[in-house]
């Protein structure tokens, strides 16, 4: 029987957009993943002094972004259980759930940068497979200095090629709060959403 292969994709997705999609669909097709697990993060340790919007509407918003494509599966494993949330307690559930699963851990290459002040790091990198990194420009990081901290990250980390590579949450929300274009940088369903609940524009 093949290894099934999972990969793990957490975030707040405030709002889901194609950069995320984009980063998801090539790594499932690099990894050659069996499915590939969207963990929406109810409360994230990182962001405990930002203003998030509420979680059923970033809940609606990810349905909305991943239900045509049968490789992406919505996780509620975040949601279900108290936080704050670990990336490393995660990884863990998803693990005694698939035991013999090989779980492959994406990231962002702001994370990959604060990969050291994260909970359990060196154990998260021994009980993932490999971590994707999708590198943007103006990411900073030293890999010889991550890879002292952290040993074990150097053989485990693969970086993701995509052809877009700036987009991100922070300026949609920014462009929506001050009545910039940003309708083409998510999906039609997760636009229209957002403009009929008017979401970010008191943010």
Do not use: C
């Not at 405030?14 to 090539?26: N, T």
């Not at 499932?28 to 059923?56: C, D, G, M, R």
């Not at 035991?99 to 940068?113: C, N, T, V, W, Y």
């Amino acid at each position: 029987m093949p290894t099934l292969r999972i990969g793990l994709f957490g975030g707040t997705f405030d709002p889901p957009h194609l950069g995320h999609l984009i980063l998801a669909s090539e790594a499932s097709y690099q990894f050659n993943l069996s499915k590939l697990l969207w963990v929406l993060t109810p409360n994230p340790p990182h962001k405990q002094n930002q203003q998030i919007t509420a979680l059923e509407q970033r809940l609606t918003m990810l349905e909305l972004a991943v239900a045509n494509n049968p490789d992406f599966e919505l996780s509620r494993v975040e949601i279900e259980r108290p936080g704050p949330h670990y990336t490393v307690d995660t990884v863990n559930l998803i693990a005694q759930q698939e035991p013999q699963a090989e779980i492959f851990l994406l990231i962002g290459g702001d994370s990959l940068h604060d990969l050291p002040t994260w909970k359990n790091n060196r154990e998260l990198i021994h009980k993932v497979h490999q971590i994707g990194v999708m590198h943007r420009p103006g990411d900073k990081f030293n890999p010889a200095s991550l890879f002292a901290q952290l040993p074990g990250l150097k053989e485990k980390l693969v970086f993701i090629e995509t052809l877009l590579h700036t987009l991100s949450s922070r300026e949609i929300r920014r462009r929506a709060k001050e009545g910039q274009p940003y309708q083409y940088y998510v999906l039609p369903a997760v636009y229209d959403y957002i403009e009929k609940r008017h979401l970010y524009q008191n943010s």
